[in-house]
C-alpha cells in the first residue's frame, strides 16, 4: 500500500502543489528506478492469480465495498492506468479536491458530466456565453434527450437570475447550475456563492441541484471553485494544464462521491485519455505556475498598453476591475489573479477587427488559448459563430470584439506587435 499523504508532507507541514507535481502518487522503485513516470502504453495487465482478478473486477463494477486500506489494482487502461492514475492524484492537489477524472477532451469531461447527472425532464441553468461547444451541446443536444437548458447572462444579479428560473417555470426540475466564470469571450464573472445559495435553495431531500463550473480561464492555479461552493470542476486540460498546444485533453475534479460513479460512466462511454496524453499532462503540470504567473504578468503589460490606445475602444480584463464595479467585489472575493485572457473592442467593425488580425506577425491567428504561444481570435465569427447574431449582442459578442490569449513571450515584443498590427488599421 502506498500512502501519497504521507508524501505530501515535510515535519508536519503541508508541501505546495508546485512542489508535489515533481513527485506525488509515484514511485520510482515500482518502476526500476525511473525518476519519471514511464508511459505505460498497454491495453491490459497480468494478474498474479485468478484470485486477484476477481477481487479486481469486484471492486470495478461496485459488487462490493473496499477492504480497509485496499486499492483496485490495474485491469485494462479503458478501466486504469499508472500514467492516468498518477496523473488524477497530481491534478486534485491545485484544487484540492478529494477525486479526479481524465478525459480524451474538455468536452468529453463536460458531456460525460451532464449526461450521467441529468435525466429526461431535469433542468440545467446555464450561463451565458459559454465555450462555443458548451453551449451548442447545452443548448442543442441536451434538449433531444429531454433535459431543458435556461440560460442567465453572466453579471446577471439574484434578482434578474430568480425572474428568469420563475419565468420559466425551472426551479422544481432544477438538477445541475453549469457556469462558466470568467466567461468566455468577456471574461464576465458569475457569483458562485450566489449559484451554491440557488442550488441549495432548490434542492429536495430527493433531488440535489449541483454546481458545475467551467474553470479553465483561470484554473487551477488562480481561481479554486470548490472553495467557493461548487460541487465539480471542470477543465479543458488542453489549455493551461497542458500548455504547449500539443494535446486535447479535459478533467473533472470534486468529492469521491460524485466522481467515482462519473468514472464508472466514462468507462462506459469510453473516453478516457491514453497513457500518452496522461504522461504528457504530468510533464507540463511542473511548469504550470511558472507559465500561469508568467502569462499573467505579460498580460497585465498588455491590457495596461490597449487601455490607452486610442484605437481600442474598451477592454474587458479583471486586472482593470475597480472598486464600485459590481464585478470588483466578486473578482477579489473568488480570484486569486486577473489570469491571461484580454478581451478588446476595437475602434470600428468586423472589417477593421480582420485587419488587425491579419496585421499580426508574433501573435498566431488561432483559436484554443492556455498555451505558451500567444494567441487572438474573433469570437462572433470563429469560436462563438454558431451562436445567432441577436443572441451574441446579448451575450456582449459583437464584431469589433478580439480575444488574445497570453503566452511566455518577451512583453515588450507583444506590445510592439500588437501597436503595429493596431496602426495598420
Known amino acids: 500500500m502506498f500512502d501519497k499523504k504521507a508524501h505530501a508532507s515535510l515535519k508536519g507541514k503541508k508541501l505546495h502543489p508546485e512542489s508535489l507535481m515533481m513527485s506525488y502518487g509515484y514511485r520510482p522503485d515500482w518502476s526500476e528506478g525511473a525518476i519519471k513516470c514511464p508511459i505505460f502504453q498497454t491495453s491490459t495487465f497480468v494478474f498474479k492469480s485468478a484470485e486477484e482478478g476477481k477481487a479486481f473486477f469486484e471492486l470495478a463494477y461496485g459488487l462490493r465495498e473496499k477492504e480497509p486500506r485496499e486499492e483496485m489494482g490495474l485491469i485494462y487502461s479503458r478501466l486504469n492506468n499508472p500514467d492516468l492514475e498518477i496523473l488524477e492524484d497530481r ?125 479553465t480561464f483561470l484554473g487551477p492555479v488562480w481561481q479554486h471553485p470548490l472553495k467557493h461552493g461548487a460541487d465539480l470542476v471542470l477543465y479543458s486540460a488542453t489549455k493551461y494544464i497542458g500548455g504547449h498546444s500539443d494535446l486535447i485533453a479535459g478533467v473533472c475534479l470534486g468529492s ?12 462506459f462511454l469510453g473516453n478516457m485519455a491514453g497513457p500518452w496524453t496522461g504522461w504528457l499532462m504530468m510533464r507540463s503540470l511542473e511548469t504550470l505556475k511558472l507559465r500561469m504567473t508568467c502569462q499573467m504578468k505579460n498580460a497585465r503589460y498588455v491590457a495596461d498598453f490597449l487601455s490607452d490606445h486610442p484605437k481600442v475602444e474598451r477592454i474587458y480584463y479583471l486586472g482593470h476591475l475597480r472598486e464600485g464595479d459590481p464585478q470588483y467585489e466578486i473578482y477579489r472575493r473568488q480570484c486569486v489573479s486577473p489570469g491571461a485572457m484580454i478581451t478588446f473592442d476595437i475602434v470600428g467593425g468586423e472589417e477593421q477587427a480582420f485587419r488587425f488580425l491579419n496585421s499580426l506577425k508574433l501573435i498566431k491567428l488561432a483559436v484554443s488559448l492556455g498555451s505558451t504561444e500567444s494567441l487572438a481570435e474573433h469570437p462572433a465569427t470563429m469560436t462563438h459563430s454558431d451562436i445567432p447574431a441577436e443572441e451574441q449582442a446579448k451575450m456582449g459578442i459583437s464584431e469589433k470584439m478580439v480575444r488574445l490569449s497570453i503566452g511566455v513571450e518577451n512583453p515588450e515584443d507583444l506590445v510592439l506587435d500588437i501597436g503595429q498590427a493596431l496602426d495598420a488599421v
Open 91 to 215: 491534478l486534485t492537489l491545485w484544487d484540492e479536491a478529494e477525486a479526479a477524472a481524465v478525459f480524451e477532451s474538455g468536452m468529453a469531461a463536460i458531456s460525460t458530466v451532464l449526461l450521467h447527472f441529468l435525466n429526461p425532464g431535469d433542468v440545467v441553468l446555464h450561463s451565458e456565453p459559454l465555450y462555443g461547444g458548451s453551449e451548442y451541446f447545452i443548448t442543442k443536444v441536451l434538449p433531444k434527450f429531454g433535459i431543458h437548458p435556461v440560460g442567465f447572462v453572466a453579471g446577471s444579479g439574484r434578482k434578474e437570475i430568480q425572474r428568469i428560473i420563475d419565468q420559466r417555470e425551472a426551479g422544481k426540475n432544477l438538477k445541475v447550475i453549469f457556469i462558466e466564470t470568467p466567461a468566455n469571450p468577456t471574461n464576465a464573472l458569475v457569483d458562485m456563492r450566489m449559484c451554491r445559495e440557488f442550488a441549495d435553495r432548490h434542492s429536495t431531500a430527493e433531488r440535489r441541484v449541483l454546481v458545475a463550473v467551467d474553470n
Open 256 to 267: 469521491e462521491e460524485l466522481i467515482n460513479p462519473v468514472k464508472a460512466f466514462r468507462t
